[in-house]
């Protein structure tokens, strides 16, 4: 069932995510090589909580840390431990925050020092799926704009989406209805509509699209062991434009990406 938000719980959710934005610009200024997932997520966890928040993922559905902070090829769910961040590397971090009850959810791919030209290109190139389908999310658009938008940036661009993974609703839960898939058709699918809030997060690899879990039941990988890069927004679905609840400066400032 797909919730539509009151204005009282949009208050809420932004309160959430502008925690969240502050959260990842702190994570723009932390992240270097040579430290520790481990490191970078208890960071992650204290300065949430520095807000009166919560790191959504903490136990969630028994999963172990407060962010996943997948390198290379890992595409989602790495756990964080004791591997360093060396140069070269691409850091996708994806953090939830639970702020009076309610949700938001991002996530964004940093790339450390000097990178490979495929690298370069793999970022950009995510980054701007994530940028095409935000513009297809506007009230009376159906969910298969949103996919079609990822799929095509990607796949024009030589990569391939994750078809195995999703985007969400997200809000009054850290996931509900619509799944919001990085593949589809224009036209099909729901039909958003305002005060609807998603987490759309395209996950884009370099090689195939296939992947597969690792015996820790959580850390997602390519299935050819080539790169992978996600980025993801929580957004509201307005009368006019949508709106990125989890926007911020790192997105202009970051001297880490592309």
Known sequence: MII???????????????????????????????????????????????YKAYPAFKGY???????????????????????????????????????HGFFSDAAYTFGIGELKVEAEKLLSVTKTALYNAIQEMKKDNRVGDISNAIQKTAEDAGFNVVRDFVGHGVGKNLHEDPAVPNFGKKGFGARLKKGMTIAVEPMINAGCHEVKILGDNWTVVTGDGKLSAHFEHTILISEAE??????????????KTA
């Open 4 to 50: 539509i938000k009151s204005d009282k719980e949009i208050k809420e959710i932004k309160e959430a995510s502008k925690i969240l934005s502050l959260t990842f610009e702190y994570i723009n200024d932390t992240i270097r090589e040579g430290m520790k997932t481990k490191d970078l997520d208890r960071k992650i966890e204290e300065f949430i909580k520095k």
């Open 61 to 99: 559905r028994g999963f172990p840390a407060s962010s996943c902070i997948s390198i290379n090829e890992v595409v989602i769910h790495g756990i964080p431990d004791d591997r360093k961040i060396m140069e070269g590397d691409l850091v996708g971090v994806d953090v939830g925050v639970k702020y």
């Open 242 to 255: 949508p709106e990125i609840l989890t926007n911020s400066s790192l997105y202009e400032k970051s001297k």
